[in-house]
């Protein structure tokens, strides 16, 4: 089943213990778009300004994603800057210039409206909203934030919860959402806010869900190298809701699965600057690392 995704298209300019790049390719809608892509059909709802290149574009649909709902402005494109710490588990945002993002009022494609999965990564909550709207009776909603909007934007962001059905956010913003540290806690505030589910991903420490009455936790593969955790969210991201919109249900057992299914995308993300981590993987490699999640912590019976 098709997923609409609207978030940000970006040049990243990222510094990691293990290199950097400058104006590499990114953004939340466009980690999310790639991972999801191995799952099934994914249209993108955005805005790239005037220096955005075609290839990238031609990236994405070699994918099978469907760029129609991408808009193309006057100006610079978004763009984002961050370094990690030595141990790659603190970042810091050197910069974030919104450019065309700041007039982007989104208009979904006729086709895109019919979409029954709809993920609403990282971006200014009234945008997030005012595709939400755009959409016919979806069957699940998903979205992302950060700090950025839970501190600029709180009001927007509440009354953005309110119809979403699974919220994915990392520990520390679940955290700031909700006023409380434990993540037990934490889960029960924010899912009295409106998401029936609740995905925090921790990092290198993987990711805790809590789903109807149940908790799962999905390690972080342990990799010999990683070279940039940028996008390792959206990354997982894409491949949990694509899971779930492959298999068209979303009980616990294809949540379960559809964690471990991000997790594995998240992990290809890691290995490599930008987006270079997950493109152009085939179905085997998924299927292995999936199995090698699978032997990291299958301990058997007593
Ligand atoms: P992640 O590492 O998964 O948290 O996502 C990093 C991506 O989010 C980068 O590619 C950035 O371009 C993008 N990003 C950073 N800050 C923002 C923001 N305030 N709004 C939207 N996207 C952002």
Excluded at 45 to 58: I, K, M, P, S
Excluded at 71 to 84: N, V
Excluded at 224 to 233: C, F, L, S
Aim: hydrophobic letters at 45%; proline letters at 5%.
């Amino acid at each position: 089943m098709s997923i609409v995704v609207v978030g940000s298209m970006a040049f990243d300019t990222v510094k990691t213990p293990y290199g950097e790049v400058e104006n590499a390719l990114g953004g939340a809608a466009t980690y999310f778009a790639l991972a999801a892509s191995y799952f099934g059909k994914v249209r993108v709802v955005a805005v790239v300004g005037d220096d955005f290149a075609d290839e990238h574009l031609e990236l994405l649909r070699r994918h099978g994603v469907e760029t129609d709902g991408i808009e193309h402005a006057a100006g610079p494109s978004f763009r984002w800057g961050g370094e990690y710490s030595w141990n790659l588990n603190e970042r810091t945002t050197l910069f974030t210039e919104l450019n065309v993002f700041e007039n982007f009022a989104p208009k979904l494609p006729p086709e895109f409206r019919q979409s029954p999965f709809v993920f609403l990564a990282n971006i200014d909550p009234e945008l997030q909203m005012s595709v939400l709207e755009q959409v016919d009776s979806p069957e699940l909603v998903a979205c992302d934030t950060m700090n950025f909007w839970i501190e600029g934007k709180p009001d927007q962001l509440r009354d953005l919860l309110r119809d979403i059905d699974v919220l994915v956010i990392n520990d520390d913003e679940a955290r700031e959402l909700a006023g409380s540290y434990n993540l037990v806690e934490v889960a029960a505030t924010i899912r009295e806010m409106g998401p029936t589910a609740l995905i925090v991903k921790r990092g290198e420490h993987g990711v805790l869900a809590f789903f109807g009455d149940e908790m799962f936790h999905a390690p972080g593969y342990p990799l010999e190298a990683v070279a940039d955790p940028t996008g390792a969210g959206d990354s997982f991201a894409g491949g949990f809701f694509g899971y779930l919109a492959k298999h068209s249900e979303h009980g616990p057992a294809a949540m379960r699965r559809a964690v471990v299914a991000g997790s594995v995308l998240a992990s290809f993300c890691v290995e490599r600057f930008s987006v270079e981590g997950i493109v152009d993987l085939d179905q085997g490699q998924i299927a292995r690392r999936y199995r090698d999640f699978q032997l990291l912590t299958d301990f058997g019976a007593l």
